[in-house]
């Protein structure tokens, strides 16, 4: 078993096995400084998220045992840990057992006990407790894994009723044995276990990228404890199923995860998701095994996941030992070969995400996780602790979230008045290292008193020369009158559930805030690139919709004059607004306009010397809120508001005239041509009831506004208000999409709770994702 070990570990020394040369050479490297450790990660001779993790924590133990720390006072000493740990959480992000170790280490090692220590006494404290809890991290692994395999063997045998007279088969893939743990493994800890129960019928292993772990690593490990198993390439795992699944009774797809998420989306080595896929269409049960170091229970869903690529080459070239002319083969001689042309192009992501939907159970060191009714994975019973932590403190970013939308909510910006708001956004915004420009609104356009303004950022420190992105984030900064201060109810700590209310709370200073820190929480990450994206916050959609329409204006002027003016374009946009965090599939049109009733006054006892405007404009008004003036199946029907109505002027007095103002959403036609038909409508319905007596004047408008609604994780909605996405020219993908209901947007109880601002956070990271990866599928504009 000896051969096995991937980690080999005493006090001062680490020797770590390079599964770059397996399964023909067995050879360990020295580790003794966080370099080598680091690049022993990165170049993958070491793999396996717990694996990762405890190289990581002892390279380091190894160079404080041996004096690598100069400092001598306890700040000093524990700040420079903390920077070799930091440093260490680079070499694999999306691993989470490695950022979980680490955040363990500080805290272990700034809870040393240091009380009536001197500064050598003290540093050796906190060097003491560094090195035991690393030291911990190894030892509690092995725990783990042997019972992780128990638990996933019990939950099988339970789901097949499996026993030595009827075993299982199984299919597992990447290696999550000895090689990528402390040792037993994870998932083929589970296999084993199986196995050592006599109810393992066989074992089937996958290729797998990169570096073929499984046909290198998990076939080694498979045919050293003499587990009858067979290997197949990634490609094959449909056709197993399809033509072996009732023969060999194969009843479970197990894989191991470098990170489980709180919905339990689980990223692993690329391939995972389309077994999971093909496990689902056979009716074959997807089971993840991962300690809970690899729950992170911060991160909601796994849009948020950091994918790492990996080069090139390992797609396009290959190394292994020379095979002889006799077929045996000589590790002492090796060569790397060219498989493919080496001028194609390469894209080789190492991990995938598997959503949770497709996964059946998540087995734990504490238990197996199932799926409730209501489809998601409740980690209440392995990981009370730290749900309720989470619940208590919320996600990383909570504090940031609650801050911004509370300082945005607590200046007024009533249409016409948004400077302030605008103000503070660019000095939030330069904080955060953006380049900011304010696009001044000019005084003819204004309909307030202020100075207006629109707020134009990209996150960079310097604005790009470029004109093209591929995604502009979006909403507007103006709200509806009166202004209602901001509020927390009720008042204490803060929980998901706690109220927010105010003006704006909602519309639309909830979905600006969330786009912004989601998109700092991708950038953070290094999920997207800088470059890509580009801010937009517009004043004036409460009303006319005057800073979106100027932007549009400036963005596709010709003019020769404006050297200041660049015409911008975009793959897509993300708009918001408050959808219920649903997203909208589009939203209806609107046309505003009058209808005049000219009549004849007289007495009211001579109604025949007389002509009643205002009975005239009824019968009107009678027609047309009874003709249908459109539908469609997307949209429903279009409706009429009458908003106010005007005529006459004594009870006893003939009405010579009336009017009727109306607002109308549009639910059929085009976006150009929708709303136009509605008043052709209208206008022959005032036609045919008195031609003579009824004129109507209109204010614009547009037809029905579709938007993109075709992405995987949300729930879609079709909006009856109107927005500032027909406002914004150019031919993009719209997205519409934000926290909180319309139904109080407006109102005196505007407000949302904490939980739907988070949710927002988590929407709009998988749409700016979304959006990205679609347009780099489209390629240039």
């Known amino acids: 078993m000896a051969t096995l070990q991937a980690i080999k570990y005493s006090r001062g020394k680490l020797l770590v096995l390079d599964q770059l040369r397996l399964p023909h050479e067995n050879h360990y490297d020295e580790v003794s400084t966080a370099e080598e450790a680091f690049d022993c990660i990165r170049s993958m001779r070491v793999r396996g998220a717990p694996a990762i993790a405890i190289v990581a924590a002892l390279a380091h133990a190894v160079e404080l045992h041996n004096g690598d720390c100069t400092a001598t006072d306890p700040e000093g000493v524990i700040a420079h840990i903390e920077k070799r740990l930091d440093y260490l959480k680079e070499s694999r992000p999306t691993a989470v057992d490695l950022s979980n170790a680490i955040t363990l280490l500080k805290l272990a090692t700034r809870a040393a006990n240091l009380e009536g220590l001197a500064h050598p006494e003290a540093k050796e404290a906190i060097l003491n407790t560094y090195i035991k809890t690393a030291e911990e991290i190894l030892a509690k692994d092995l725990h783990n894994n042997t019972s992780i395999g128990s638990h996933g063997a019990a939950w099988l045998q339970q789901q097949y009723n499996a026993s ?62 003499g587990i ?16 072996h699944r009732e023969r060999m009774n194969i009843g479970a797809v197990i894989v191991g995860a470098d990170r489980v998420v709180r919905n339990g989306d689980t990223a692993n080595k690329i391939g995972t998701y389309q077994l999971a896929v093909l496990a689902r269409h056979h009716g074959i049960k997807f089971v993840v095994a991962a300690p809970t170091t690899s729950v992170d229970l911060e991160t909601e869903t796994g849009s948020a996941i950091e994918i790492e690529e990996r080069k090139r080459e390992e797609l396009t070239q290959i190394s292994g030992a020379i095979v002889n002319e006799d077929g045996t083969v000589d590790t002492s001689k090796t060569a790397r070969v060219a498989i493919a042309d080496q001028r194609i192009g390469v894209w080789n992501p190492a991990f995938d995400v598997t959503p949770h939907e497709l996964i059946d159970a998540i087995v734990t060191e504490r238990g197996t996780v199932v799926k409730g009714a209501d489809g998601k994975f409740d980690f209440s019973q392995v990981l009370p602790e730290r749900l309720a932590s989470v619940a208590a403190h919320g996600p990383s970013y909570r504090h940031d979230l609650l801050d911004l939308h509370k300082n945005m909510v607590d200046i007024p910006s009533l249409s016409g008045t948004e400077e302030d708001a605008a103000l503070l956004l660019q000095k939030y915004l330069g904080q955060q290292n953006y380049s900011v420009e304010l696009q001044n609104i000019p005084a003819g356009l204004n309909s307030g008193s202020g100075t207006r303004y629109n707020v134009l950022a990209w996150p960079t420190a310097t604005k790009p020369s470029t004109a093209n992105f591929k995604l502009l984030i979006t909403s507007h900064i103006d709200v509806v009158p009166p202004y209602i201060p901001y509020k927390i109810t009720p008042s204490g700590p803060i929980t998901s559930d706690t109220l927010i209310s105010g003006r704006g709370s909602v519309d639309a200073k909830a979905s600006l805030s969330a786009q912004l820190i989601a998109l700092s929480s991708l950038l953070s990450s290094g999920s997207i690139s800088p470059s890509d994206v580009m801010l937009l916050f517009v004043v004036g959609e409460e009303t006319s919709g005057i800073g979106m329409k100027e932007f549009s204006r400036r963005s596709h002027s010709t003019s020769i004059f404006r050297s200041d003016e660049k015409q911008y374009r975009f793959h897509s946009a993300i708009f918001g607004e408050p959808t219920e965090n649903r997203l909208a599939c589009g939203h209806k049109g609107i046309t505003n306009g009058i209808i005049h009733s000219q009549g004849k006054a007289g007495h009211s006892g001579y109604p025949q ?139 005196d109880d505007e407000g949302l709770k904490v939980k739907d601002l988070e949710e927002a956070v988590e929407g709009y990271k998988k749409l700016i994702l979304h959006a990205l990866e679609e347009a780099d599928e489209q390629g240039d504009l």
């Open 164 to 225: 030595s007279a009827r075993p299982i088969s199984v299919l597992t893939h990447c290696n999550t044995g000895s090689l990528a743990t402390s040792g037993h493994g994870t998932a083929l800890g589970i296999i084993r276990t199986l196995h050592s129960k006599g109810l393992l019928k066989h074992a089937y292993c996958t290729e797998t990228r990169p570096y073929n772990q499984g046909s290198r690593l998990t076939s080694f490990e498979l045919v050293f404890e």
């Open 228 to 243: 009858p198993s067979t290997l197949i390439t990634d490609s094959m795992a449909g056709a197993l199923f399809n033509l």
């Open 609 to 747: 010397l007389g002509k009643s405007a205002n009975e005239v404009l009824i019968r009107s008004l009678h027609t047309i809120l009874n003709t249908d003036l459109g539908s469609s199946d997307r949209y429903g029907n279009t409706t009429v508001n009458i908003g106010v109505l005007e005529g006459g002027v004594a009870a006893n007095v003939i009405p010579k005239s009336a009017s009727a103002r109306l607002a109308i959403r549009v639910a059929s036609g085009g976006q150009k041509e929708g709303h136009k038909e509605v008043i052709a409508n209208i206008e022959k319905i005032l036609k045919e009831t008195d031609g003579d007596a009824l004129s109507s004047e209109w204010f614009g408008g547009y037809g029905p506004v579709k938007c993109k609604c075709e992405v995987d994780g949300f729930e879609t909605m079709v909006a009856s208000y109107g927005t500032d996405v027909p406002n914004l020219d150019g031919d993009h993908t719209s997205y519409l999409y934000g926290p909180g209901s319309i139904l109080v947007a407006h109102g």
